[in-house]
């Protein structure tokens, strides 16, 4: 098993190192501009949304020794995702002590397209859901045995570890917290040093993570940090307009690029399991629900319109749950032959739709979250910044690859010194809203020509037009393009 399971984490990881080259996203790109450039003290002492701190500091570490190539600043995010794997099957052996679930788990993981996406995504997403799930396992470990002090420190440091990733962590150790706790009332008679251990841990695990924010609070004071939520509150809630929405774009996340037969075997696994967990009373393996469960309330209840990407962490629980569930339905003691055959199928169809993924040269959440702009802006300094300008829509990409190219930021259309514009237009922003008789500088130019198109943009080139006042002409009479 220890074998096979090294063979699926090193396949993984190859299959996500092709990725990692990737164009820059925004979010990415605007925390390397705007923190992990920085130094170390700014970046513990300066929140927003963005700034993941203790995944911001790796960035600044890994960036520093390594440069700012995109796959340098991923490293972290790569490293973390790639983590996951191993220790997903970890959770899986230690709720079912079934080793298909723990091979199970680990192909759900590592072809499972988010997760590869956050993986070689320099954003902290892959280390919440490592330090969610290692808490998660560090729980179900403290129930069986509660008595292992260490643990106890081990899960408080972990819980706020996570937290100082992102800290939507609060949700996966509140319901850590609530699990634990349960456990020690079902223990007959209760055990009051049970109870001081919990409350004790998580006490632990507040003060520290209090100490990790002190001194953003210290130097921007807590109404920055109150005003930073409220400006994200207000930004997402324009997106998610209810509970049932954001569960389903969760939902949507989980199984997005994934095969219909592989959603059907997940979901049916994830029903036996809720089913046997229901019907064993004293066994511990209801405890990943109640991190779910206590999540989703504790979410629902702040009304906090969390984005898809943030419920990440719940997606290796809810894999390994599915697995045990599957591995119940696959060894059946009285069907041998049919168990083996399921067992055969569930393996196959989890590997094919890893392999499928992998086909998706472009994996990105956020609609249009990718703006093909680097190789634009190469051709645009090969031509001569001074005589060319690029038009797209807005992303801090565009800001971060001049910085690698160390190069200014091209000229405008109106400048008299322009030759030609580079388009770059895609689905959100299409030709005719980026190029049109609405953009000053319009009339100086011929219509433009597709030069070529990309995974995920077309790039145009307009040239200016030669001088026409001597012919009587002042070029209004252009066509506007169409899309």
Known sequence: MLVLLCAITLAAAAGRWRLLDHPMRYDESYNYLNYASRSPGYIVTHYTPNNHVLHTLMVHVTSRFLGDHPAALRLPAFVGGVLLIPMTAGLAWAVSRRRFAVVLSALAVAGSSPLIEYSVNARGYSWLALFATLLAWLTLRLIRHPDHKRFWLLWALIAALGAYVVPVMILAVTGSFV??????????????????????????????????????????????????????????????????????????????????????????????????????????????????????????????????????????????????????????????????????????????????????????????????????????????????????????????????????????????????????????????????????????????????????????LADRLPALTAQGGSGDDQIEPGP
């Open 179 to 460: 699990a634990l706790l349960i456990a020690n009332s079902r223990t007959q008679p209760a055990r009051p040093n049970g109870l001081r251990r919990v409350l004790g841990g998580g006490a632990i695990a507040a003060g520290v993570m209090a100490g990790f924010y002190l001194p953003i609070v210290l130097f921007e004071g807590l109404h920055k940090l109150l005003a930073t939520k409220e400006m994200a509150y207000g930004i997402l809630g324009g997106q998610i307009d209810s509970f049932g929405q954001m569960v389903l774009a969760a939902v949507t996340l989980a199984f997005r690029h994934a095969a219909l037969p592989w959603i059907v075997l997940l979901l049916l696994g994830l029903a036996v399991y809720v089913y046997r967990a229901a019907r064993r009373d004293g066994d511990a393996r209801w405890t990943p629900l109640v991190i779910v469960a206590t999540a989703l309330a504790l979410a629902a209840a702040m009304q906090a319109p969390f984005p898809a990407r943030a419920w990440l962490f719940l997606f290796p629980i809810l894999f390994a749950c599915a697995a045990d569930g599957l591995a119940q339905l696959a060894w059946l003691p009285t069907r041998r032959y049919a168990s083996a055959a399921l067992a055969l199928v569930i393996a196959g169809v989890s590997i094919a739709g890893s392999a499928g993924i992998l086909a998706h040269s472009r994996l990105c959440a956020e609609p249009g979250g990718l703006v093909e702009i680097e190789s634009v802006l190469r051709d645009c300094q090969d031509f001569g910044a001074e005589r060319c300008a690029v038009v797209s829509r807005y992303s801090p990409a565009r800001a971060y690859y001049l910085r690698r190219l160390g190069a200014a930021e091209p000229a405008q259309p109106t400048s008299n010194g322009v030759r030609r514009v580079y388009i770059v237009a895609d689905e959100l922003r299409p030709l005719a809203d980026l190029w049109g008789p609405h953009v000053d500088g319009y009339h100086n130019f011929a219509l433009p020509r597709l030069s070529r198109t990309v995974a995920t943009a077309s790039l145009y």
